[in-house]
């Protein structure tokens, strides 16, 4: 089993920051990577980034344009997205998710409870 908590959401103003964190626990040991997905009201959920636990490399949605940067501590067991100049178009409920690689995001029925991320002016 593995249990997922984000946080970090709150309404934002147009440009503005925020740092969403994922705190894992449970059996993750199969799972190499994490990733965030988002999903705004009446749309799909979307891929915005993916890391793994070891090594370098993140990937990010095409719509990140170097906006976003996704970080770890794993002494923590904690996976970050760093979200600047915030557009309302970002505006969506934010999930973190297991995956077993880079390959194969969004697949493993894992899912935290959200954390909303409003942008407004």
């Known amino acids: 089993q593995v249990q997922l908590q984000e946080s970090g959401g709150g309404t934002v103003q147009i440009g503005g920051s925020l740092r969403l964190s994922c705190v894992v626990s449970?059996?993750?040991?199969?799972?190499?990577?994490m990733g965030w997905f988002r999903q705004a009201p009446g749309k799909e959920r979307e891929f915005v980034a993916a890391?793994?636990?070891?090594?370098?490399?993140?990937y990010y949605g095409d719509f990140v344009k170097g906006r976003f940067t996704m970080s770890r501590d794993n002494l923590k067991e904690t996976m970050y997205l760093q979200m600047n100049s915030l557009a309302p178009e970002d505006t969506a409920v934010y999930y973190c998710t297991p995956a077993e690689s880079l390959d194969h995001l969004g697949t493993s029925g894992y899912w935290g409870p959200g954390t909303q991320v409003p942008v407004s002016s």
């Open positions: 890391l793994q636990w070891s090594g370098s490399g993140a």
């Open positions: 449970g059996r993750i040991y199969v799972y190499r990577a």
